[in-house]
């Protein structure tokens, strides 16, 4: 039986990530640990997310964790909200909440390399900045980033396992998925709004 709230493809993944690059990385070991970083995705040929790159402060100590066991999970979350029944014609129906995550499973490897850090960070800054009317570059720092790039560490991390559910309304009647959208769009929602009707199949 096939999920409905699978993602129809790797392009769905993809965008995810890309849109909010923002991740809980949650790790074991000793007890559970969890960090928010902003992550960068590598893709395979086929359009699949490979590989994870991202950086942590050198004395963080969830990173001294994943020396000594690589395993992570990767909480990326998309656009999310809650769906008031006050919406519908038929009320006799429960509220619920719509949005879109992608979990990744991967083994985190640091690289203590200059060259390595610098590649790193100059993705992130190409990546965040693009579309910007005056673009900050990382040359900018000046000599500066010197004593900044000390302090922090890269990592690659290697994918093990991507797991995405993108709820948004496959299940619903039609005339209440339409009154959903209404109801985001009257409260300013737009970008659920527009995730739930890219993935309509509602007439």
Do not use: C
Not at 26 to 37: K, M, N, Q, R
Not at 61 to 84: I, K, T
Not at 164 to 171: I, M, N, S, T
Request: aromatic share 10%.
């Amino acid at each position: 039986m096939s999920d409905i709230y699978a993602p129809r493809s790797n392009d769905d993944v993809a965008r995810l990530v890309l849109e909010h690059p923002l991740a809980w990385v949650v790790s074991g070991g000793d007890g559970l640990s969890a960090t928010a970083l902003p992550i960068r995705p590598v893709f395979g040929a086929n359009g699949a997310v490979v590989e994870l790159l991202g950086h942590y402060p050198r004395k963080h100590p969830q990173a001294a964790a994943l020396r000594a066991q690589p395993g992570a999970l990767f909480l990326f979350m998309g656009p999310h909200g809650y769906v008031s029944p006050s919406w519908f014609s038929d009320r006799n129906q429960a509220p619920t909440w719509n949005y879109v995550s992608v979990q990744i499973e991967a083994d985190v490897r640091f690289i203590d390399d200059d060259l390595e850090l610098r590649a790193v960070l100059e993705d992130l800054v190409q990546a965040t900045e693009q579309g910007r009317p005056n673009p900050w570059s990382l040359d900018e720092v000046g000599t500066r980033y010197t004593q900044l790039a000390a302090r922090i560490i890269p990592f690659r991390a290697a994918v093990r396992a991507v797991r995405g559910r993108f709820k948004l309304g496959q299940d619903e009647r039609n005339d209440t998925f339409s009154e959903i959208l209404t109801g985001l769009a009257r409260e300013g929602r737009s970008e659920l709004h527009d995730w739930m009707a890219e993935f309509s199949d509602h007439d």
